[in-house]
């Protein structure tokens, strides 16, 4: 689609040029994608001091620890 072929309904702006554009070319069939997680202030100032202090890092005790709680959960079943 160039400039001069726009729709009314369409939103992308026409500067915007997909010309050479290849489908697909980022894509990687069966990638992971690791959602971002947003503790509470004291949730996280408090799991990074217990981090801290065993010498661990912040994710490795997170998902340790909420391992464990679903193995809790789970075993509550």
Do not use: C, W
């Amino acid at each position: 689609m160039n400039a001069q072929m726009t729709h009314a309904d369409d939103d992308m702006p026409a500067e915007i040029d997909f010309a050479g554009a290849r489908r697909g070319q980022f894509h990687q069939a069966g990638a992971q994608l690791n959602l971002p997680v947003y503790l509470e202030q004291q949730v996280q100032a408090t799991l990074a001091a217990l981090a801290s202090a065993k010498g661990v890092d912040f994710s490795a005790l997170v998902n340790d620890l909420l391992k464990k709680d679903i193995e809790l959960i789970e075993m509550a079943r």
